[in-house]
């Protein structure tokens, strides 16, 4: 019971010493947030002739229409997190989790930074969603 206790202690202080929202600071403790993707150095990016927003929403859809979900997003901070590609890639673990980044190059261009520790199911997302957003 006392390590039960223990754990929870050092979640509780991992949050608070982390000076992240306590979700944000959960997320991150588990692996699920997105500091482990903007930290991960490869990615796949793409650069679209629209802009942000026009990039951000359809990123929305094609996720959706993928069957995948996108469980953290900002669109502040102009990303999306998302899970279960297992539809789009049956070779993966419907829990592989895909990470979109975005930046604005010009007014009508946008860089879209693809992320995943699953790197075939990374460049796979990279250029469905580069057929996706230029058609």
Known sequence: MKTVGYGILLCFVTVVGSGCSP???MQNFFGVGVSAFKAQKE???????KDLVFCYD???TAVSEWGAKAYLRNR???YIIAIRFDTLYPRCSDTSKVGFFFENV???KTRIIVKSQNRKLEALVARELQEALTD
């Open 23 to 25: 979700v944000r600071g």
């Open 43 to 49: 990615s796949t990016q793409n650069l679209i002739d």
């Open 106 to 108: 010009e007014p009508q």
């Open 76 to 78: 502040k901070e102009n």
């Open 58 to 60: 359809q990123t929305l």
